[in-house]
């Protein structure tokens, strides 16, 4: 529950809020583009942590990736990057 009040200081959640009240973007897929928006905002910087090695290896460093997001998106993307949706992304382009 404070993540989420953290979160709402940048306005991600209260944009979302706004977004699922009204009626008209709840029909079709109104409600998965909030939230995929809602996502992006979250997670845009990604490639702040992507890091290239020898012979073309792609590697994540979460903790680079964290330390570059705002201090109050810190802790709701620690845990976030143990998701299964955040896991098969990287293993969908297979990042180590």
Partial sequence: MQ???????????????RQLKNKSALLGDGVSRA?????VQLIG??????????AQKITFDQEKFIET???SFQP?????LHLQIFQQVKSTFRIK
């Fill in 3 to 17: 993540q989420l009040k953290e979160l709402e200081q940048f306005n991600q959640i209260t944009s979302l809020k």
């Fill in 35 to 39: 939230f995929l928006r809602a996502l």
């Fill in 45 to 54: 910087g990604y490639r702040d942590g992507l890091r290239i090695q020898e």
């Fill in 69 to 71: 997001r705002p201090v």
């Fill in 76 to 80: 709701f993307l620690r845990e976030m």
